[in-house]
């Protein structure tokens, strides 16, 4: 977390190098309405410790400061690191619940389909899969939503530094980052699953188990560099 709050004030830092604020430019008093909203919502959230509505509050309060500053000009020259603030907004225990539950089951169908077309031995029961002799569920960690937010935050960081000229390339690059962090999650389970069946369950649980994830985290990301070089070339 740490290190996410690092890289976002080095972001604002560094706009504010590149960004010639023009004196004559009026600042608009509606940024008065985000600005009291996020201070309010800082004080609920750190009075009742609602982590997500005290991070999120700082998104209002910073907005609200830009446009009474600048107006909406300055507003979208800073929209990047305003959205990389959001990344850091904690969601709420009932929402990633669901969330993780949903993905740990659409994870396991998947990997069970694209197994038994393969020919596999393998069945399911909810989360839990059951290949040869061997048992494996799927855990909170193997659902992917770790993935996503990661990936999020490196597509955020990739346009900031490689901003596509068109509007339509960045918000389709910002959209297929989901998709990728949900293939490559699935890869890297039926990576695991083929491991434990062939190697036993000991392989599956040691090293390959915390390779995988690094490895399936660059394909995810080589997946981002490919679909921006495809999005130039047919969009320019």
């Not at 399911?124 to 855990?139: D, E, F, H, P, T």
Request: charged share 10%; proline share 3%.
């Amino acid at each position: 977390m740490a290190r996410f709050f690092l890289i976002i004030a080095w972001m604002f830092w560094n706009k504010a190098q590149q960004e010639v604020i023009d004196a004559s430019a009026a600042g608009s008093k509606l940024g008065v309405l985000p600005f009291v909203l996020g201070l309010v919502m800082y004080v609920l959230g750190h009075s009742q410790d609602v982590w997500f509505m005290e991070i999120g509050s700082f998104v209002f309060i910073i907005a609200g400061l830009l446009l009474l500053h600048g107006g909406y000009r300055l507003l979208h020259a800073y929209r990047y690191p305003l959205l990389f603030i959001l990344i850091l907004i904690p969601l709420p225990g009932f929402l990633v619940d669901w969330l993780t539950a949903s993905l740990k089951m659409g994870v396991s169908q998947a990997v069970e389909q694209l197994l038994y077309l393969a020919g596999y031995p393998i069945s399911r029961s909810g989360v839990v899969l059951n290949i040869g002799q061997y048992q494996l569920m799927v855990a909170d960690a193997c659902s992917g939503i770790n993935s996503m937010f990661s990936l999020l935050a490196f597509g955020l960081l990739y346009l900031y530094f490689f901003t596509p000229a068109r509007a339509v390339n960045r918000v389709l690059l910002l959209i297929a980052v989901l998709p990728a962090a949900i293939v490559s999650n699935i890869v890297r389970v039926i990576t695991l699953v083929l491991v434990t069946y062939y190697c036993g369950d000991a392989a599956g649980q040691g090293f390959i188990h915390e390779f995988s994830g690094l490895l399936l985290f660059g394909v995810a990301i080589l997946c981002v560099f490919l679909f921006d070089a495809f999005l130039q070339k047919v969009n320019g």
